[in-house]
């Protein structure tokens, strides 16, 4: 399903200067919009929590198939069955006559499929899963000429498991099977600049959702700890760590005595 919906929402370029102050990630923002209008698959290479599956939703709702289905598979202890169910269909008895049904591909159709967490499968199973991908699709896609409709596929891979298979022979196979624009993700450490604009992003969402912590802010003691800290766990730590801090604030101004003990340490 085509649909009129411009590639690029209207000021998201400025949105983007506005979302962020990192040459770097603006850098990979422009980078996602211009791959967003073609429909080559992604790899999105990142530490955890650095905003991988946020990424993957930007692409998806900056390209053709925004009004389309948007769709996670999560790859952490799949079990085989499942697996099997979702790829390479499982048979079905209706209106007398048996069919494949291929559940998660016919739930993708015209939309994206994110695959997250790809990197916990075993190299091997990696493949599996693409060139089932490929095989559910021709038999799904068969009475068609074209490729539309085809789930485009958006992977992630933890940045160290990167660097484990670059050199190894299933990359090298991942790209052939994929034809793939790969996308490194910086930890937040590495944008640090943002944190200030991050921070006032997660404590808005807390003042939007919460009635008790419409008051909420922050203390600039514990803005400036927040900006010396690393943050290995990058976004999904601190949006933790601004969570404990309302909660312990009691919706007030949280202090450092309210972030997570670490950030105290630095
Ligand atoms: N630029 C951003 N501004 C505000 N929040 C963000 C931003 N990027 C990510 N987030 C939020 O940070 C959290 C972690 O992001 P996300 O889930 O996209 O990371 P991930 O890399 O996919 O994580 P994992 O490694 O666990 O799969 C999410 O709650 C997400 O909404």
Not at 45 to 69: D, M, Q, Y
Not at 111 to 138: N, R, W
Not at 185 to 195: C, Q, S, Y
Request: glycine share 4%.
């Amino acid at each position: 399903m085509l649909t009129t919906k411009p590639f690029f929402k209207k000021n998201l370029l400025h949105d983007i200067e506005k979302s962020s102050k990192s040459i770097l990630m603006q850098d990979i923002f422009y980078k996602i919009l211009r791959l967003a209008k073609l429909d080559s698959n992604v790899i999105l290479v990142g530490e955890i929590g650095s905003g991988k599956k946020r990424l993957a939703k930007i692409i998806h709702e900056n390209s053709h198939r925004a009004e389309g289905p948007f769709h996670t598979f999560y790859c952490l202890n799949i079990d085989e069955e499942e697996y099997k169910n979702a790829f390479w269909g499982r048979l079905q008895f209706e209106d007398n006559h048996l069919s494949l049904k291929y559940d998660l591909l016919e739930k993708t159709i015209d939309g994206t499929l994110y695959l997250d967490q790809f990197s916990e499968l075993s190299p091997a199973f990696m493949l599996d899963v693409i060139i089932s991908y490929h095989k559910g699709c021709k038999q799904l896609f068969r009475h068609r000429d074209d490729d539309k409709g085809k789930p485009r596929l958006i992977l992630s891979l933890n940045q160290e498991f990167y660097h484990e298979i670059l050199h190894q022979d299933v990359w090298e196979k991942l790209l052939d099977e994929l034809n793939p624009v790969v996308i490194m993700l910086p930890p937040l450490r590495e944008h640090k600049e943002d944190i200030p604009l991050i921070i006032d992003y997660f404590l808005d969402e807390i003042r939007t959702n919460y009635i008790d912590y419409k008051n909420l802010s922050m203390s600039a003691h514990a803005l400036l700890a927040c900006f010396n800290y690393d943050w290995p766990g990058n976004l999904l730590q601190l949006k933790n760590a601004i969570l404990q801090g309302a909660i312990l604030s009691r919706g007030n101004t949280i202090e450092l005595r309210h972030l997570p003990f670490s950030l105290s340490l630095d």
